[in-house]
Structure formats: C-alpha cells, structure tokens
C-alpha cells in the first residue's frame, strides 16, 4: 500500500455518532385533518413557533435572505404562509453571526411567519457537480467562479464565490448556522448527488449522508431548546433498493419531519417514480417535504403521492424574465415580453385581488418589461407568488372535497 | 446671397401664430391661502381634474411611465400627492398612441393622482447638447447612442435610442402627444439650453421659445376641453435682461401656470440669483415649478422665493446606489453600502411610518445592497420619497408657523 493510499484511507474512515433516540418538538405539531379516499392526498395542520400553516403549501424561496424584489408585505399581500432562505447563501454573505447578532433571520428580513432553512448542501454539491443551481445564475457573474469543492467524510470543503474563502460545512457547522438563523424548520446536512454519478457511489454517499443525518440529529439535540424542528432527508437516488434503505433510515431516526431529496431522475416520469417510491415506505405521521420541485403540474402530480410542502424558486425566478404563471394557461405560463401583449389592456388575473394581478394592464406590464423597469418584474413576481398561494388554497379545498381531477383541468387545460 | 444662405434664411424664416388671448381653466385652480410675512414662501391649494394638492409640493419622477421600482400603491404609502412622467421617454417606448388606447397614462400607470408631462424638450435637447440626462444612465447603454439633433424653427429632429428612426417634436407635435398621454398639468415646447452657450445664441433661442410657447398655445386651444392645463416656461438663461423680456412673455400669455426652466447657472449661488430674477417678475397668481431642481437644500432655498412645486429624480436615483435621504443628516443622505452599516440594528428613520423607513434594520439593507437583492434598492426609494414629502409637510407647516428658519435646521444641521 502506497502512502497517498493509505492517508487516503484514514481521511475516509467513517464517522459514527450515536444519535438521540427521541427529541420532542414541542412548540411544533403536524395534525393531519383529512385524507382524500382516492389517492394519498391528505390534509394537515403545521405548527409553527411562528404560526401554523395548512398543508399541501408552497415554500418560496428567498435566496439571499430576500424573495427577489418582494418585500414580506408583499408576500403576505400574495397570502403567502411560509418562505425559505439558503443557509449556503446567507453563511457566505452577510454570515449566519451578522444575522444571529440582529436577532436571527426573522427579524432580520421582517417576515414574522414560519420559515425554512436547508442545510447548504445542495448549492455546495450542485456547484461542485458542475452544475450552478438556477437560482444564482445570470447575476454577479463575475463573482461566481465554480467553487473548489472536496466531499470528506468529515464534511464538504468550497471556496466563497463572495471573497474567495475556503469554507467548511460539516453536519455539526450546519446545525450551528442554521440555529444561528433560527428558521423554524431546519435540515440535515446531506450530499446531494447528480443524476450521472452511478449506483455505486450513489450507495456510498447515501450511507455517507445517514452517518450526517446522525451527526446533526446529534448535534441538534446538544442545542435543542424547542424553537426548531429538524427534517430527515432520503437520499438514494433513482434506485429502489437504495431509497428503500433510506427511507428506513429516516423513518427510524428523531426527525420532525422528512423530505425526498437527491436525483429523482432525468424526465417527469421518472421523477414521479422516485418520489413514489419514497413516499409509499415513509412514515406517514410526519410531514413531507419535496425539495426544489415546484411547477403546477408537480403540484397536482405530488399532493396526490401525499408530499405537504414544496419548495422551488420558479414563480419568482421566472418573473425576472417576464414569465407569468396564470391559472388555466396551457403550458401553465405566458410571455409578457411577447408583442402580442403590447397592446392587450386586460389584467393578468382579475380572480387575484391583488393591484398587480387585477389591476395594471398586460400592455403596461410588457411596456415596463421591454423598457428595463424593474416594476415590471416586482408585478410579474407578486403575481406568480399570489397565482401559486391560490393553487395550494384550492387544491386544498379540492382534497376536502374530492375534487382534485376536476380542479388540475381547470389549472392545466389540455 | 449664395444659394445655401438663402436656403438657410428660408428655412429660420419665424413661424409666428397668434396666441389664444385667453383661456378658462374650469377643472383647475390655484388659490393662495396663507404668505409668509418674512418671506416670499406661499401655501396654496392647486386643484386639478384628478384631485387637489397643497403647495409647495415635490413632484416624482416615473420617467418611462413608472416610478423606479416603486408600484402606485407604494407611492401612496409613502403620501406622494404628484407624480409626473417625461413626455420624450413615453412617446419613443410605448409611444402616445398606446397610450392613448389603453386610456391615457393615469389608467396605464394606475396612478389616479394629479400628474405632470413635461414637453419632451428638455431630453432631446440635453441629448443634442451631449450632456444626456441623469435619469436615463446607466441603463441599456448600448441602445443609447447619442442622438442626431437638429432644431429648427419648425421644432426638433432626434433619433430615437428605441428603433433608431428619425422623430419630429414641434410645439404641436407636444401638445398632441401630451393631449394624448393625458396628465393634469402639461408644458409647451421649449429650447433649453446649455450652460456653455453663449448670450446672442440664448436670446435668439429664448425668442424661439415664446414662439413656440404662442404656438403651443394656439394648438392646446383647438383641443382645449378642460382637462389639462397648460404650463409656460421662462427660458433666458443667466441674463438678466433676457430673463426679464422672458417673465413679460410668460406673464402676458394665457398660460394656466409657470415654470422657470432654461440653465440657471453654474453654481448654488447663480442658481439662487437667476431663480430670484424670475420669481420678482413673474405673476403671482399662478402656480411656479421649478423643472429639475429638488435636493433638500433647495427647496428650503426657492420655497423662500415663491417656487410651489419641485422635481427631480433623485430621491429614486440615488436610492440605485443606496443612498439614503435622512432628516437631519449633514450632507442630506448617507450611503447604506459603506461598512459601517454592517451590523447597524437602527431603522433608516422610525419617525416615518412606513416598513422601508420604521422596520428594516440599515444592516439588512446594507446586506441586500452588497448582494444585488433588488429589494434593498426598493426600501431605499420607497423610504427617500416618503422623507420628501415628510419634508414638504414640514415646510408647508413652518411657513404657517413662521418657522422656517428653524425647520432647516432641523433637516440641515450645519
């Protein structure tokens, strides 16, 4: 044995920590209220510290700290339940101990409602892979170089993109960082793994993520203190037998909740395959998160599989670009940058009783577009959040009363 | 004589038009309540179709028919009485006649406030001069060539940065387009010059000028229906003599209001003078704006001549480079990305009642501006309006009070 080898080998050697058997989460509960008898979609009640919000609902995602160009009043004018921050982003800028120091990230963004944080894995491992998430693409180019990235048993290694230091998040810093933030509901480090790395390694970094799972549950409970509730994720990628494993493995352990994480495959069947396959062997006490999955068709096709959150930066994403999510549009969306519109004086929704859905014109709304106003996209992105916020209020009025076919027609005309 | 002079005399041949001798304003008013017994400063009350305002007030700029950023509902917020649009930015994207289909600029912008056009003018002829106006930096720079520029008595050919053709204001062009656009207060056609321009050019473009300003009116005449009223423009540059041959002209013309426009100088103190100059010859009985001028020391400054409304873009363009107007503030504002902001827990300014100004920390602002997070630009703007009318509050108070003297002080320390 060579001695790169044989270092090699000690680097790799697993780290093993006994998680707790139980945690309570008391300021937290998850109360399913209704089941649909035709499919596995169900209805529940999410207990926040924060407030409690009914389920299936959408999570939007504010990046850095911030929905794209909405201030929370304008969330909540969108009758918005709950958003997201990226621990990934935030640590790297302004740093989860700026954000501790004004008071967590709550006060900091003056959004008083429930709240998620992730781990910071995915963008560390989607940028490692290669493959930039969406979400940070088409701004600061300059600043983004694809970030240095080594995976140890310990933890993942990255370089900054905002001053180029190396940073190191292992399960114990992203318990830390996430509790520094103090979301109400907060990840367990895991890798996320690209949909081209093989069984093999997809095995090994899933046993490698349970081994994180434990150490954050671990590392969680040395903190506990009842304001936050940790999610489980099931890795395991495309293959059953391996998201069988991991399902167990997240059934067994003291999450609050759980999500379907990893590579759920290269088309829309396949992905619904994958979630399947998870969410027939999860637990069905504890809510369910399906992470970054969030077009209006996955809605309709993943309530039905029993997932009682998403999460996915396209409604506000695609407002950048002038991309307007409309109920009953073939194709779920229009192109307000498209001539058709300059001259079309209807609003964009009149059921939305919000000013930016009911009252400003397509045709003022394309001018501000083509003119490089950013109201344009402040408009289009309130609209495309307050469009998806009434998708979740009347796909859940339609588990309630068995409705959900009839409903998706209305939604996704043929 | 060669052919080319006489070509060129043909062409300067004066287009001169007989002027409306009066007109009636029936839609509009202004009524001075209350004059300062030490100064020149006045309240007033000026009524318009879309509502009355008291004076003096500040007038915000939504250049391409919106105001940076900032939604109507957000200007309200911030208690803005008046907007106005630039005629020379409409009518190149989206053009009067969109306008004009989708129900004129207040039903396009859904601003149902008292607005203001300006005549187009002042654009084009900042571009011929090639100093292009602030408001339209840095921003698609690319599109914005320098545009071709010719004046002649007829009116003004320009290039439009849009598409690149060839387009012809003359003073009935404006008065169409501004008809078309349909704000409350509207402007004639004016030349207006350059600081470097010497006194003969100044004097043979000042009697241009109030030749378009006779034909401004005669057109705004043939359409006249009580809708609009119709501002003249005191043009003269830093010449005494020509600023008074200017004041007779607007004075004597059927005008609804005025405005003192044209340089004013190359320092504060020549500004203050050629200002003065104007204000003690000009009527008192009608409404004077200000065009273009509205920093706060300003307006302390020519409220004590007379002047009743202000504009200018940079409440809302400063706030693009984070800088924030503050009450009290030595220098006006303070620049939210400098790194004492970092960790700054203290609101921009809790005595005004909105979220921008009362609840986000100057630390989350500061982080959003660092991260490009257009919200952060959003806050800033909503809060510099807000601080604007705050002070217009103010100072028409103090001019009720007498205490004026001591309300600048408040918002200017030395």
Known sequence: MTKSSSRRRKKEQEIIVAPPENLDYPGFAFDITH?????????????????????????????????????????????????????????????????????????????????MTDSGGFQIFSMGHGSVADEIKGRNKGKREKSVLKITEEGAKFQSYWDGSMLHLTPEES????????ADLI?????????????????????????WGDRSLAEFARHHDGKQALYGIVQGGVYEDLRDISCAYVNDRAFFGQAVGGSLGGSVEEMFDVVNMCMVRLREDRPVHLLGIGR??????????????????????????????????PGERINLTNARFRDDPEPLDPRLDIPASRDFSKAYIHHLLKSGELLGMQL???????????????????????????????????
């Not at 318990?175 to 103090?182: A, N, P, S, V």
């Not at 949909?195 to 390694?201: G, L, P, R, S």
């Open 35 to 115: 089941k649909d008898p035709s499919s596995k979609a169900r209805i529940g009640r999410l207990q926040t510290p924060h407030g409690t919000i009914e389920t299936p609902n959408y999570i939007f995602c504010g990046t850095k700290a911030s929905i794209k160009n909405l201030s929370p009043i304008a969330m909540r004018e969108a009758k918005t339940d709950i958003i997201l921050a990226n621990t990934y982003h935030v640590m790297i800028q302004p740093g989860a101990d700026l954000v501790e120091k004004m008071g967590g990230l709550h006060k900091f963004m003056q959004w008083d409602g429930p709240m």
């Open 187 to 211: 990840y367990q480090l895991d890798e996320c793994t690209a949909y081209h790395v093989d069984k093999d390694y997809t095995a090994r970094s899933m046993e490698r993520s349970h081994r």
């Open 380 to 414: 289009v992105a309130q609209h495309n959040v307050a469009t998806m916020n009434l998708l979740m209020r009347e796909v859940r009025e339609a588990i309630k009363n068995g409705t959900l076919d009839a409903l998706q027609k209305e939604w996704l005309p043929e």
């Open 175 to 182: 318990m830390t960082i996430q509790r520094k933030l103090g």
């Open 296 to 329: 209006i068709e996955d809605v309709f096709n993943f309530v039905r599989v029993g997932i009682d959150t998403f999460d996915c930066v396209t409604p506000t994403r695609i407002a950048r670009h002038g991309m307007a999510l409309i109920k009953g549009q």
